[in-house]
């Protein structure tokens, strides 16, 4: 598969650009910096604003599907969706967050107690990208969204994957690793069962 990784230089978005090579789909790397990205065999690395719709056309025509990861306060989600039909590219896999997701209790985790002040605005922007993804029927779209505790960790191959619920484990912990949720995401991306959805991976 030709795909169009938006964010690989991030935490996540170099962990997916690994997984997705080991894999041997071709990649082209956009990053706001992608000349500090590592020369990989089955990588292009691209710079573009992908706030340009224009210019983030040009980059994304040619590929297979894209996958965004980047945070959700650096761009926007409508001008994405606009340079993807431009550009003649019907798949779309989004790295979402863990503020939607739904608690035990039925609250979205972003409108519980303890959630953490300074997440807030990301958390938000976020959920209103599912919305409008909610709306989105001319992209096939699979947004997957993390556990509350996401970060680098060791790639097991272990996890599991659930819809709009937070996933807790019996120690009472929402986690995945940066490395497991690569495997989930390209796991989607390649099987495509989940489309128009939202899912969310956790151990």
């Known amino acids: 598969m030709k795909i169009a990784l938006i964010g690989a230089s991030g935490s996540a978005g170099s962990r997916i650009l690994l997984e997705a090579l080991a894999r041997a789909h071709v990649v082209t790397a956009i990053a706001r910096h992608a000349q500090t990205l590592t020369p990989r065999d089955r990588m292009t690395a691209v710079d573009a604003d992908i706030n ?16 965004s990861s980047v945070r959700f306060l650096d761009f926007d989600a409508g001008k994405l969706l606009r340079a993807m039909k431009s550009a003649g590219v019907g798949r779309l896999v989004m790295v979402g967050g863990a503020g939607s997701l739904l608690t035990p209790s039925g609250v979205a985790l972003v409108d519980t107690p303890g959630f953490p002040p300074p997440a807030l605005p990301e958390a938000r922007a976020g959920a209103a990208t599912l919305a409008a993804l909610r709306q989105e029927t001319g992209i096939d779209w699979t947004f997957v969204s993390p556990s509350a505790q996401f970060g680098p960790g060791t790639r097991t191959g272990k996890f599991r994957i659930g819809a709009d619920q ?3 484990a019996p120690d009472g912990k929402s986690h995945v690793s940066q490395e497991d949720f690569a495997i989930a995401l ?3 991306l390649e099987s495509g069962a989940h489309p128009r959805q939202r899912i969310t991976v956790g151990d």
């Open 52 to 67: 340009d719709v224009q210019a983030l056309t040009a980059a994304l025509r040619g590929h297979d599907a894209v996958v």
């Open 166 to 168: 937070l996933l807790v």
């Open 186 to 188: 390209l796991d989607e």
